[in-house]
């Protein structure tokens, strides 16, 4: 079954904008992490989060967790038409079980 | 510097001839994880190996294997594909279970 779904399926945006998504999960976890896959590539990963931890930041990436509501936000900003991608969240159970479990991803798109 | 590579890059098989990918990793990292990912969907896992230690999951099915013949290199096996195997499968690869994961460009699979 999915462990996590995401939020909106697709957001367009202009670039500069701000771009928001979030993803939402059913058990608990160690930690969970965020990928980019540009069109028919691989995944990039982008930020990894532990189940202590609320924020973390990378570059214009913000990663926001928690685990009262069992859900997560990536937030964008200054977005660029590169960023042009699909977004997944994935996470890693504390069942020690070593795999990650992804969600059904956020397609954005940047308005130059 | 390409870290995790997959050959080919594009594969197109007969309905029902075996069918091997192939993933290798400069990273000497323990594990090593097949996924399928279809049209617009999130990635699933297939197997993963922590070191030699093979892990298949539940609802993979029987006409898919896997060898792993040292560190570096792992191999998915398509006994008799079928139309419904045509998907992109990812290899990644994590130093530590349940970590980040390195992913390799993917091979689309195509199934006639």
């Known amino acids: 079954s999915q462990q996590g779904e995401e939020d909106p399926q697709a957001l367009s945006i202009q670039e500069g904008e701000n771009a928001t998504m979030n993803c939402s999960y059913k058990t608990s976890i160690n930690n969970l992490q965020w990928y980019r896959q540009n069109s028919g590539r691989g995944l990039v990963h982008l930020i990894l989060i532990r189940s202590n931890e609320r924020e973390k930041h990378s570059g214009r990436l913000r990663v926001t967790l928690d685990t009262s509501k069992k859900s997560s936000s990536l937030l964008i900003t200054a977005s660029r038409a590169a960023d042009t991608a699909s977004y997944f969240c994935a996470t890693e159970t504390n069942f020690g079980n070593e795999k990650l479990t992804f969600g059904t991803g956020t397609r954005l798109t940047i308005i130059p | 510097d390409a870290m995790v590579i997959q050959n080919p890059r594009y594969q197109v098989t007969q309905f029902g001839k075996p069918v091997t990918l192939s993933c290798s990793q400069t990273l000497n990292h323990n594990v090593m994880y097949w996924y399928q990912q279809k049209s617009s969907q999130a990635p699933k896992l297939l197997f993963h190996y922590y070191d030699k230690d093979f892990n298949n999951e539940a609802d993979t099915p029987d006409n898919f294997q896997s060898r792993r013949p040292n560190t570096s290199f792992c191999f998915l096996d398509i006994r008799s594909p079928g139309l419904g195997d045509a998907a992109m499968y990812l290899c990644?690869?994590?130093?530590?279970?349940?970590?980040?994961?390195?992913f390799g460009p993917g091979t689309r699979l195509t199934v006639t």
């Open positions: 990644a690869t994590s130093r530590v279970a349940g970590e980040e994961q390195y």
